[in-house]
């Protein structure tokens, strides 16, 4: 595979000698620059050994706390949780070409707001229900196991929002299965779906729904447990979840590779640094609003 320097993208590059940690170094003739292999991606700022770097991988493809993670590889509980989060920062394109077809399910759940995005009505009460205190999730599965789930606002989703949602990402001519909310008409229309309503109050509700159902459970219970109260990065944990079906068959060792190997080559970098930037510029914004 030829090299191409990460900074102006030139294949014009010759070896210049090895980095402290002993990493090839390359120089771009084009742009007079040094780089190494992990340079412009998620790796560049790795520190962990080799073995112990995989077995944090798989740590994280099972699901595994921070905490568990920290007490397995005797790292600090931010390095672990950086990690998890520079890992699922990776697949934040990978839902763009995903295409759902045959039989799909789709169902939307929601999450309450962190304590500073909490509106209120008059009087000073929060607003309750589904409101805007209500982050809504779009999710959708089909018969193959591919899964889909958007961020898509707050309070209810109106008829267009769930067309632009859901529309690029299930194939024409498809059954689809839903609760039968209103919004999913327009979507049912445009796309010529055969839709197939089950309400709550029928009796075949629960099994009719239930791949549905035990996705939006997952999302929820995991959740929970991986990013609390956090909004900011709930679209990076649902765009890693609706990656891990691809790894079902794989021994760990292929799901390791595989995982590399997809955050190499998606060139993303989290940096700690603009996380924090981010809250303190939403404190700053509270601080001007108020006077």
């Not at 196991?145 to 267009?160: L, P, Q």
């Not at 955050?263 to 700690?272: L, P």
Request: net charge positive.
């Amino acid at each position: 595979m030829e090299e191409k320097c990460p900074y102006c993208g030139s294949c014009h590059v010759k070896r210049n000698g090895r980095s402290g940690n002993g990493k090839q170094r390359r120089l771009c003739l084009a742009c007079g620059r040094s780089f190494v292999k992990e340079t412009h991606t998620v790796f560049a700022s790795r520190k962990l050994g080799e073995e112990k770097f995989r077995m944090l991988i798989a740590l994280i493809i099972r699901d595994a706390t921070v905490e568990t993670i920290s007490e397995c590889l005797g790292v600090l509980s931010k390095t672990a949780y950086v990690w998890r989060m520079k890992l699922y920062g990776c697949f934040a394109g990978y839902q763009k070409s995903l295409v759902l077809k045959g039989k799909v399910w789709i169902d939307e759940t929601m999450f309450p707001v962190s304590g500073g995005k909490i509106c209120f009505g008059e009087g000073g009460r929060k607003l309750r229900g589904a409101s805007r205190n209500q982050t809504v999730v779009c999710a959708g599965i089909d018969r193959g196991w591919h899964r889909i789930a958007f961020v898509a606002g707050r309070g209810h989703i109106s008829s267009a929002r769930c067309l632009e949602v859901y529309g690029p990402h299930v194939e024409r001519g498809s059954e689809l299965v839903h609760d039968g909310t209103f919004s999913h008409d327009r979507l049912v229309k445009e796309k010529g779906l055969k839709g197939t309503t089950c309400k709550s109050t029928v009796k075949s509700f629960r099994p009719l729904m239930k791949p549905i159902d035990d996705f939006c459970a997952m999302i929820k219970r995991n959740k929970v447990i991986h990013m609390g109260g956090m909004d900011d990065y709930l679209q990076n944990y649902l765009d890693w979840i609706t990656f891990k079906p691809c790894l079902r068959s794989l021994k760990m060792d292929e799901k390791i590779r595989k995982v590399e190997a997809y955050c190499f080559h998606s060139r993303v970098v989290f940096r700690v640094k603009d996380r924090y930037c981010g809250i303190m510029q939403q404190h700053f914004g509270k601080i001007i609003e108020y006077f």
